[in-house]
C-alpha cells in the first residue's frame, strides 16, 4: 500500500474509532478517559470533599491551584478507596497528585481552608482518570475484519497519552491564568479605593486651609458707639 493510501486508510481508522465513542451504547463509565474542572468556593475554616470513581488499573490525576484569596495557599488531600491518605494536607498555593490504581474504586479528594479563619479561597480543581484496556476492545473488534491494527492501536494509545498530557497543561495554565487575573483585579481595586480616599483628603485638606485662611484675615470694623460697620 502506498504511503498516501496508507495515511487515509489510518485517518479512516481513526475516525471509525471516534464515531463508535459517540453511539449510542457507549456509556459514560466506559469511556477510556474522563476529564473534569472545577472551580469551588471554600468558606474560611471548612473543609470540602468531592468524589471520583476509578477503574482497576486506571491512573487518577489530581491538580489543584488556588485561585483567589486569603494569603493564596490551601491544603489537598487524596484518599484511596481504602481510607488511606496517600497525599497528605500541604499548604501550598498549588498541588498535585497522580496514581494507578491496581484495585479501583472511589477517591476522597479534599480540600482543606481550616488555617484560614477569615478569609475564602477560590480554589481550581482538575481531575482526570484514563485507561487503556479498552482500547483492546477495539483491536479485537478490527482484527474480526482482517485488518491488522497493531501500529492502528500503538498509534492511538501515543495519541491519546499526549492528548492526555496536552489536557493537563492547558488546565494548569487556565488555572494559572485565572489566579492572575484575580490579582490583577485585587490590585486594580486596591489602587481604586487609595486614590479614591487620597483625593477625598486633598479635597479636604484643601478646604481647611481656605477656610483657615478666611478666617485669618476676617476682621472686625466697630463704629464709635461699639456697633459693627
Given amino acids: 500500500m502506498s504511503p498516501p493510501r496508507l495515511l487515509v486508510f489510518r485517518v479512516l481508522l481513526l475516525l471509525s474509532a471516534v464515531c463508535l465513542c459517540w453511539t449510542e451504547d457507549w456509556a459514560f463509565e466506559n469511556a477510556p478517559g474522563i476529564a473534569m474542572e472545577y472551580k469551588i468556593h471554600v468558606d474560611a475554616g471548612k473543609e470540602d470533599c468531592y468524589w471520583q470513581y476509578v477503574h482497576p488499573k486506571a491512573t487518577i490525576y489530581v491538580n489543584m491551584q488556588v485561585l483567589k484569596g486569603g494569603d493564596g495557599m490551601a491544603g489537598m488531600a487524596v484518599r484511596n478507596p481504602k481510607g488511606e491518605i496517600v497525599h497528605p494536607y500541604t499548604w501550598k498555593k498549588s498541588a498535585e497528585y497522580e496514581e494507578v490504581s491496581q484495585t479501583g474504586g472511589y477517591y476522597s479528594v479534599c480540600i482543606d481552608n481550616q488555617f484560614s479563619r477569615f478569609a475564602g479561597k477560590l480554589i481550581n480543581l482538575y481531575m482526570t482518570t484514563f485507561r ?50 484575580q490579582l490583577l483585579i485585587s490590585n486594580n481595586n486596591y489602587v481604586q479605593y487609595w486614590s479614591v480616599a487620597q483625593c477625598i483628603a486633598i479635597i479636604g485638606a484643601g478646604a481647611f486651609q481656605v477656610f483657615y485662611l478666611r478666617k485669618l484675615f476676617d476682621t472686625k470694623v466697630t463704629t464709635k458707639s461699639g456697633g459693627r460697620a
Avoid at 148 to 174: A, G
Wanted: glycine content about 0%; overall charge negative.
Fill in 132 to 181: 487503556y484496556d479498552l482500547w483492546e476492545r477495539y483491536t479485537q473488534e478490527l482484527e474480526q475484519m482482517e485488518v491488522s491494527v497493531n501500529n492502528f492501536t500503538h498509534s492511538i494509545k501515543t495519541v491519546d497519552q499526549r492528548i492526555h498530557d496536552m489536557l493537563l497543561h492547558q488546565s494548569q495554565s487556565r488555572a494559572k491564568e485565572a489566579r492572575d487575573f
